[in-house]
């Protein structure tokens, strides 16, 4: 798998890598694996995705959970499983394929326009039906609620073929002299179609009459550098129930609202070449537009490009994934080529785990393409004394400088500046011991002006995690609030009356923090018998400017003194009666604690005596007995595979019958022959 980063964004080509032959032995594609690390890396996403010589055209079922291609030589289609990413079946055909058009939601109903003016009905077992057009065909479009299939070519007529009726329908006639492509609008049955002319005619299926033209001629496009070919409409699409998008013979791509004859936006792609298909991202208001050489990706209000992919072979035909990154594209190469552009969408459900990957891919330090060369300009090389180099094979021009070995800029940069390598190396050292300061713990210096308010407000920092940020929410490192937490008159008083009728329900945090500091006083006066300096510690401790370093030591000081009175405890002693076992001094205590202590815990301890059996005297020589329990289903389950044994052995024949006899050795003239 391939990464590449044009214009900032993450594309990651999921066809790279080698490709094996389908007649090498599993044990010879093991060992090119371990030898290759191309064939290794490789993420075959979509098994046997590749056609003999070429592939024409990409679509995907409705259902989606189906990929059908046209490929040749031979004249071919392959159908594709997602569910199982694999190809499901192969039919080959008489002739080439100009397009085909999935008729059900499944493969199970495909319409083929051949190049050779016939069109063919397959059905899920194979070839159902086939006719024949008066013209050569170049695109085919299906009209659900009428049962339509509309067929342009080389000709003014748009032929409609009634697949209910089994018949030939009265022609749509326009005023071109062919047509190139057509289209359906999904959300109210408009038909257009995109003349050689450079019109878009827009026809009702309804009542079957023309209710708009369009001349995309008269933008000009293509006319600026002299050139007098009309430009042509050579594909068309339909981005939502207002929106189309027109592509033309000169490289250019018009969005058009149907409602007015002048383009909303025109988009040209640089190259001078026939646009070949159209897609749209509506979630992310992306267009996707393709000629033979380059798709480019940009936005749909704009037209800002966005990214571009140039796989280096001319490509036919381009397939995008509804609601997904993931596009496919028919070349003139074998295989079919497969992307996934994560910000254009995720990955479908039957291959997301292409999000998973990719993410630990970002993950992953990716080295970068110029590692080992510097780019430097040319003031660099008059201070480094390196200018003599240029027009050597020392540099390479690139842009407004030239790249350089990196261990040549680094000798060249110590000798022009001797303590570099020094001012380098403190830098890297300090850089190294701030790294290390940020995983301290910071003490926290609260203001003495409303003290409660601002340790609230960094618990609410510290919960929502932001790091390197500014909270607009919160005022305590705003400096406009400055005046809060440094003068007296902005102190909020806890136990007034408004305050407590604005809140009058205390928050869980408050209720606990109130808790520790009634328990910390009465703990302080309990210490009597501490010395004067310890006792002036620890009153300096509760004082309202104490940080929570000194919060910390308190809670330590506590629990120290929790375990001296634990330890000043003395020991009882009970007796045992003749002829009763030692079990455990606290029996109900360890009652309790066997739910949460471990085995060994508790072996050790004496707390679970059901698994100790005792043999000799009751203070020595114990041993541990365990016994695994089996429920009724293991039972049977073991009882069937015993008696399927059993049956095994009675059937049982030798296969010494079958073995080939041993030759005798024969002997002649007293000499082994054999």
């Known amino acids: 798998m391939q990464v590449s980063q044009p214009n900032d964004v993450k594309i990651y080509n999921l066809s790279a890598g080698k490709s094996l032959p389908e007649w090498l032995s599993e044990r010879r594609r093991r060992l090119l694996q371990k030898e290759d690390v191309d064939i290794r890396r490789r993420i075959e996403l979509i098994q046997d995705f590749e056609m003999p010589t070429a592939s024409t055209n990409i679509e995907i079922s409705q259902d989606g959970n189906y990929i059908l291609a046209s490929g040749c030589y031979k004249p071919r289609v392959r159908c594709y499983d997602l569910s199982q990413m694999s190809m499901k079946f192969e039919r080959c055909l008489d002739s080439d394929i100009v397009r085909f058009q999935v ?89 257009a179609v995109g003349t050689a002319q450079g019109h878009v005619e827009c026809w009702d299926p309804r009542s079957r009459t023309r209710v708009g033209k369009v001349d995309v001629a008269t933008n000009n496009l293509g006319l600026e550098s002299g050139s007098t070919r009309i430009p042509e409409v050579t594909s068309m699409k339909y981005c939502n129930g207002l929106l189309l998008g027109v592509g033309t013979s000169t490289g250019h791509v018009l969005l058009y609202d149907i409602r007015s004859d002048k383009p909303v936006l025109v988009k040209d792609h640089q190259y001078g070449l026939p646009i070949n298909s159209l897609a749209f991202q509506n ?83 990716q080295p970068a393409v110029y590692d080992d060369y510097k780019f430097v300009t040319k003031q660099d090389l008059t201070s480094l004394g390196l200018s003599h ?201 360890d009652d309790k604690r066997k739910k949460n202590v471990s085995l060994g815990d508790r072996l050790n301890e004496g707390l679970d005596t ?7 005297s009751s203070f020595g020589g114990k041993e541990i007995v365990f016994k695994i329990g089996k429920n009724q289903q293991e039972i049977a389950e073991e009882n069937v595979a015993k008696a399927h044994r059993n049956e095994r052995q009675k059937l049982r024949r030798s296969a010494k019958s079958i073995l080939p006899k041993e030759k005798r050795a024969v002997y002649w003239r007293g000499k082994r022959v054999r």
């Open 103 to 191: 008729l059900s939601d499944d493969y199970s109903k495909i319409a083929f326009l051949n190049c050779d003016r016939y069109v063919e009905f397959h059905a899920q077992y194979g070839r159902y039906y086939r006719t024949r057009i008066p013209k050569f065909g170049r695109d085919l479009v299906y009209h659900y609620p009428s049962c339509d299939l509309y067929l342009v070519g080389e000709s003014s007529e748009v032929y409609r073929l009634n697949l209910e009726q089994g018949r030939f329908l009265n022609s749509l006639q326009t005023e071109s002299e062919s047509i190139n492509c057509c289209d359906i609008n999904p959300a109210h049955q408009l038909l």
């Open 283 to 365: 979630d992310v208001n992306m267009v996707l537009s393709t000629d033979s050489k380059i798709l480019k990706i940009w936005h749909r209000d704009s037209g800002k490009p966005f990214t571009a992919i140039e796989p280096g072979t001319n490509i036919n035909n381009l397939c995008s994934y509804p609601n997904s990154g993931l596009i496919f594209m028919a070349t003139e190469a074998p295989k079919m080529l497969v992307y996934y552009v994560p910000s254009l969408g995720p990955a479908p459900r039957w291959c997301s785990f292409l999000d998973s990957l990719t993410e630990e891919l970002e993950e992953d330090s």
């Open 389 to 589: 180099l240029v027009g050597t094979n020392l540099l390479r021009a690139y842009m407004h400088g030239f790249f350089i070995d990196i261990r040549l800029y680094h000798k060249a940069k110590a000798i022009a500046e001797p303590f570099a390598y020094e001012d380098y190396r403190k830098n890297l050292i300090k850089k190294k011991i701030d790294e290390e300061r940020e995983n301290r713990v910071v003490a926290k210096k609260l203001p003495k002006v409303n003290r409660q308010l601002a340790e609230k407000l960094l618990d609410e920092v510290s919960e929502k995690k932001i790091v390197g940020k500014v909270d607009v929410s919160n005022p305590l490192g705003d400096e406009r609030f400055a005046a809060i937490f440094t003068n007296p008159d902005f102190e909020v008083d806890e136990d007034s009356e408004q305050y407590q009728l604005l809140h009058p329900i205390i928050s869980k945090r408050d209720k606990e923090r109130k808790e520790k500091k009634n328990e910390l006083d009465k703990r302080l006066e309990d210490f009597n018998e501490i010395s004067d300096g310890e006792v002036e510690g620890v009153a300096s401790d509760v004082d309202e400017s104490s940080s929570d370093d000194d919060y910390e030591w308190r809670l330590e000081y506590k629990k120290q003194q929790r375990d001296k009175q634990g330890s000043n405890r003395k020991p009882k002693f009970y007796e045992l009666k003749s002829g009763e076992e030692f079990t455990s001094v606290k029996q109900p205590e």
């Open 610 to 616: 059901s698994i100790i059996k005792s043999s000799g």
